[in-house]
């Protein structure tokens, strides 16, 4: 028999202390009593011991990550799609003025000195929510807004889309690199590039020096269109507008 699971006073032998209530005459005894008991001691010992387990509250944290900390977060998908509101005010009346003047050579120098302008809704995403793909869903609201609201129709939504290159800075640094000389990169080489294609897509003929000029006052108004995406990126921060 298990050391105390029974303890002898006078003429009657007590069981286990969780059992105290049970007694018989020591005369009583027999080996098959004795043993049903102690079988009824450990058993109704180890259900007591379990349900005091199973009385403990389990707590269960929820996993960090997720969508949450992802651009399809709602806070963050919010937030691109007001910023891509916000950008297509700016796109819309640009692809109206793109249309008429880029027909000539003064034309097409006006494009590039306010290129900055398309560099803002195309950065700002990438600036104030700095989750990758940030840019890619914000292009596509702006190319549906413009594919509504101007003659391109819905060529609109593939021309937005390939504004989304201008995060290829942030592609190469594999989405890690959050800093501004990263952005100022973004904005050179989106204003630079679109810059250079200026002349092909506008059927504008022009000499090698003078799509040099062209591009190196392009990315200049990049560089201003950067300058003002960190202004409003520090501005929404600071008002705690974003974390």
């Not at 011991?49 to 996993?63: D, E």
């Not at 005010?89 to 302008?117: C, D, E, N």
């Not at 593939?158 to 690199?177: C, D, E, R």
Request: charged fraction near 10%.
């Amino acid at each position: 028999m298990r050391s105390g699971a029974r303890d002898i006073v006078g003429n009657k032998e007590e069981l286990h202390p969780y059992y105290s209530n049970f007694t018989i005459q020591k005369e009583d005894y027999s080996p098959i009593t004795e043993h049903i008991l102690i079988y009824t001691c450990l058993r109704e010992e180890n259900l007591s011991m379990s349900s005091t387990h199973s009385s403990k509250p389990k707590i269960h944290s929820a996993k960090k990550g997720g969508l949450q900390n992802t651009v399809l977060g709602t806070r963050n998908l919010m937030m691109v799609a007001a910023i891509a509101v916000i950008g297509s005010i700016i796109v819309t009346p640009i692809q109206y003025l793109s249309i008429a003047a880029a027909t000539s050579l003064k034309g097409a120098f006006l494009l590039a000195a306010i290129m900055g302008l398309w560099v803002i809704p195309y950065l700002l995403p990438a600036a104030i929510i700095k989750k990758p793909g940030a840019t890619i869903i914000s292009s596509f609201i702006i190319g549906v807004i413009i594919s509504l609201t101007t003659p391109v129709g819905f060529a609109g939504i593939p021309g937005s889309m390939f504004g989304a290159i201008i995060a290829l800075p942030l592609v190469i640094t594999l989405y890690k690199n959050w800093s501004w000389p990263v952005f100022l990169a973004c904005a050179l080489w989106f204003s630079g590039l679109f810059g250079s294609l200026t002349p092909m897509a506008y059927k504008i003929d022009m000499s090698i020096p003078t799509i040099a000029l062209l591009v190196a006052l392009s990315m200049c108004s990049g560089a201003v269109g950067f300058l003002i995406c960190m202004g409003i990126e520090k501005a929404a921060r600071r008002t705690g507008i974003v974390e």
